[in-house]
């Protein structure tokens, strides 16, 4: 499932000219800012409209209309198989803020557009990466936090410890304290 720069861009066009709104909120952040022109994992987008909750309809439509497949992510939000004018396929996972699933609204507002050759999109920024990563806290988000922290310390990833710790803040209070000894047992300054 490896895709290219122009893959992506492709990808983001088309879900706009369906009419998707929304943040990428998922690995695809951290690859970007590493440069990278060449990607394995899947796309997760943080669906600001239409919702993929009430609209499930509309993503199935996009499917149908691209011939793409469609399932579910394990929230039960809609999970699509795109297929990619290079042949390759890329899932692209659409969230909204879900039982305990939780994107502080203002990262999302505060998200920044990047261009990606004639596409623009918002992307959340690598601390708000990190951040959403170590509240999720399963197995495989600690195990990105190490590679994460990895490039942060073989110096091909830089992160402004600023705005790590003000994303901390966004965090629910109740959470707050977790998220801050999970970011600090993997070498973060919070």
Do not use: C
């Not at 996972?93 to 039982?99: P, S």
């Not at 994107?103 to 623009?120: M, Q, S, Y």
């Not at 190490?146 to 110096?155: L, P, Q």
């Amino acid at each position: 499932m490896a895709y290219t720069l122009s893959d992506l861009a492709w990808l983001l066009s088309k879900l706009q000219e369906h009419g998707v709104k929304g943040v990428v909120i998922g690995s695809t952040v951290i690859d970007l800012e590493l440069r990278r022109k060449k990607f394995e994992d899947d796309i997760d987008i943080f669906a600001l409209e239409p919702s993929p909750l009430i609209e499930e309809d509309f993503y199935r439509g996009i499917a149908e209309s691209e011939g793409w497949d469609m399932s579910f992510t394990a929230l039960g939000t809609p999970k699509l198989v795109a297929k990619l004018p290079s042949g390759e396929e890329v899932i692209v996972e659409f969230y909204e803020n879900i039982h305990d699933f939780y994107v502080p609204p203002e990262v999302l507002e505060e998200a920044p557009k990047k261009r990606i050759g004639k596409t623009e999109y918002r992307f959340i920024r690598p601390e708000d990466y990190i951040v959403l990563k170590a509240k999720a806290a399963r197995e495989a988000d600690i195990e990105d936090l190490r590679i994460v922290r990895e490039y942060i310390e073989e110096g091909k990833l830089r992160i402004d410890e600023r705005r790590l710790r003000r994303v901390v803040e966004l965090v629910p209070e109740e959470e707050r304290g977790f998220v801050v000894n999970k970011l600090r047992e993997l070498g973060f300054r919070v």
